[in-house]
């Protein structure tokens, strides 16, 4: 039942991309944008980790209903 690794590896991967986009478009002076790939960049695993959260209470739920 452990957390898949898979799962901190995309993590950390779109955490070194939205960091490196949100550097160079802070760079160039774009900063609007800058932020909003640093907004799209954390929904996005956000959803990745509430699709995490899903998957554990499915399993509690059915271990604790034996089904």
């Known amino acids: 039942m452990g957390i898949e690794v898979d ?3 995309k993590i950390a ?3 070194i991309v939205v960091a490196f986009l949100h550097t160079i478009l802070d760079q160039v002076g ?8 640093t907004l799209f960049g954390f929904i996005y695993i956000l ?15 059915s271990v604790f209903l034996f089904q």
């Open 47 to 61: 959803f990745m980790v509430a699709s995490v959260v899903e998957n554990l209470f499915q399993k509690i739920k």
């Open 7 to 9: 799962i901190i590896f």
């Open 13 to 15: 991967g779109v955490g």
């Open 30 to 37: 774009k900063k609007e944008y800058a932020q909003w790939v």
